[in-house]
């Protein structure tokens, strides 16, 4: 039997076939994920519970407190997030090719990689963080700054969807993971953003789903930080469903 293209070129998977996969993997590895995942989210689940991003609502631009609450609590939020999100990738990536990993080798992979390429990384960083920020604070300030933005926004932010994962997997520093994910994505933004948004909204639906029992239960600190971790833990299999999705998709670039 001859070979067919279809056999020797990789395809891009459709959505529910990354979900398999992920659920999968997900299922293999999760008791070794799960004390990493616990962790790693654990800060940033603490932090809210202290400083809930509803509170932004109460915004008074008037006050210096208040600024201080809305860009203090939006950027530790995200780069939390993006901390832990590192970390799970790191840590399936050591697990599906080493056969094994520890969870401290996890952080000293992270500090290498960020210590590799630490200028590049932190300038980057730095970047993200002032453009970030003068973009609230515009929008905050002129919320017609908010919608004129938001498109070339949700554009870049689309091409720059794998940019966590190419860090991750790859030894390269920020700035090449960027440069590596608007590769994969180009000629395919709009197959990339549907994708994208989709796992948002099963991971938003699967939360929700989640924390429902939540609120028959008696509310304190300590409890909210406890399930609402639980929640992040849970949900880390979206984090594994992106990994799927970069590798396919990085495999079957043009």
């Known amino acids: 039997m001859t070979e067919t293209s279809a056999d020797i ?55 210096y407190d208040s600024w201080f609450k809305i860009f203090g609590t939006m950027n530790l939020a995200v780069y939390l997030s993006f901390f832990g999100n590192v970390a799970l990738a790191v840590a399936l990536r050591l697990r599906l090719y080493s056969g094994d990993y520890k969870i401290t080798s996890v952080f000293r992979e992270i500090a290498k990689k960020y210590c590799s390429h630490i200028r590049a990384n932190t300038l980057i960083l730095a970047i993200v963080f002032i453009s970030f920020n003068l973009w609230m604070y515009c929008s905050v300030i002129y919320p017609v700054v908010f919608m004129v933005l938001l498109i070339p926004i949700v554009v870049y932010l689309v091409y720059w969807s794998f940019s966590i994962y190419v860090f991750s997997f790859k ?34 639906i699967t939360a929700l789903t989640v924390g429902l029992p939540y609120s028959y239960m008696h509310d304190t600190i300590i409890m909210r930080i406890l399930y609402t971790n639980l929640i992040s833990v849970i949900t880390s299999y979206f984090v594994v469903a992106f990994i799927v999705f970069y590798v396919n998709f990085d495999d079957t670039k043009i």
Do not use: T
């Open 9 to 63: 070129y990789p395809r891009e998977f459709a959505i529910k076939e990354i979900l398999f996969i992920s659920w999968e993997i997900y299922k293999s590895h999760y008791a070794a994920l799960f004390p990493l995942a616990f962790v790693v989210y654990l800060p940033l689940n603490i932090f809210l519970a202290f400083f809930p991003i509803g509170n932004i609502v109460e915004f008074d631009a008037s006050k």
């Open 171 to 204: 030894d390269v520093n920020l700035y090449q993971s960027m440069k590596s994910s608007y590769a994969i994505v180009s000629g395919r933004w709009l197959k990339v953003f549907i994708y994208v948004a989709a796992f948002i909204f099963l991971s938003v």
